[in-house]
């Protein structure tokens, strides 16, 4: 038994290697967790990156990228992998220091950029942002993908 947000993505890999599996979905392929996630992926941030999962995180993200064009021409579903830009806000004096960090580390990395923005220019980015925030952190080169799509693009491939 596998969690729905890992169901139809084992079932895809079980197929590819031979083996037939069934999803069993209380409320439909793609309508709970996995349907509902942000689907964003980035290979520079998160719990234990940079350390002791940044490899895998490169890895994922590679894969990620690679498995976009032949499941979208074996299935017909285009789950909108795309790269994407973000602000990671400072809302905290304590948060500057670590974001800058992350901003030189982003930055350094192959087709990522990244940089410090003061307030009025996160403004400038986007107004609907609260005037209370110290700064943020600009950084393109993420990658996301709508979920929903996601999940049911690696449950259309098994069927």
């Not at 490899?55 to 992998?81: K, M, N, P, R």
């Not at 400072?90 to 930055?107: G, M, N, Q, T, Y």
């Not at 080169?141 to 979920?147: I, L």
Request: proline content about 4%; glycine content about 10%; overall charge negative.
């Amino acid at each position: 038994m596998v969690e729905e947000q890992r169901a139809a993505p084992v079932a895809y890999y079980l197929a590819q290697s031979g083996v037939q599996s069934t999803i069993i979905e209380r409320a439909g392929v793609g309508n709970q967790a996995s349907g509902n996630a942000a689907g964003g992926l980035n290979p520079l941030t998160g719990v234990g990156i940079p350390g002791p999962l940044g490899s895998f995180a490169w890895e994922c993200y590679e894969l990620h990228s690679d498995l976009h064009e032949g499941l979208v021409q074996d299935t017909g579903i285009d789950y909108q992998h795309r790269t994407v830009a973000k602000i990671d806000l400072a809302l905290e004096e304590s948060d500057v220091p670590v974001l800058k960090e992350s901003a030189s580390r982003i930055d350094a990395a192959e087709g990522f950029k990244a940089q410090w923005l003061e307030p009025d220019d996160v403004a400038k980015l986007e107004p609907r942002i609260s005037k209370d925030i110290i700064g943020g952190l600009y950084d393109y080169g993420n990658t996301a993908a709508d979920g929903h799509r996601l999940t049911n693009a690696f449950a259309a491939a098994v069927w």
